[in-house]
Nanobody
Framework: QVQLVESGGGLVQLGGSLRLSCVASGTIVSIEDMRWYRQAPGKQREFVARLTDVGTTVYADSVKGRFTISRGFARNTVYLQMISLKPEDTAVYYC???????????????WGQGTQVTVSS
């Protein structure tokens, strides 16, 4: 069974920084795609950033130049470094990964439980 656990959220002031982490655990053959999404109160969940297994990164326009997605040395951890935070970045942040396990013939997407980020003005 695969689990994704996010951490690193919190309360910061306008212009502050946070680094989110997402650790995958369980019987994993490979992690083929790593993404961050966020959901603000009353809004739909939206894409934030993506890191493919070949190192390609994609960012939402709203976070380009401020957020950086990266993979840890342990390879089962993905980070989201956030700088110059704005009140509109306030949301629950979720990691989402495409993971291949020994059981399934094809990889599946898994979600973490989310971590709250609140940016005060």
């Amino acid at each position: 069974q695969v689990q994704l656990v996010e951490s690193g959220g919190g309360l910061v002031q306008l212009g502050g920084s946070l680094r989110l982490s997402c650790v995958a655990s369980g019987t994993i053959v490979s992690i083929e795609d790593m993404r961050w999404y966020r959901q603000a109160p009353g809004k739909q969940r939206e894409f934030v950033a993506r890191l493919t297994d070949v190192g390609t990164t994609v960012y939402a326009d709203s976070v380009k130049g401020r957020f950086t997605i990266s993979r840890g040395f342990a390879r089962n951890t993905v980070y989201l470094q956030m700088i110059s935070l704005k009140p509109e970045d306030t949301a629950v942040y979720y990691c989402n990964e495409l993971i291949r396990t020994p059981i399934n013939a094809r990889p599946d997407f898994y979600w973490g439980q989310g971590t709250q980020v609140t940016v005060s003005s």
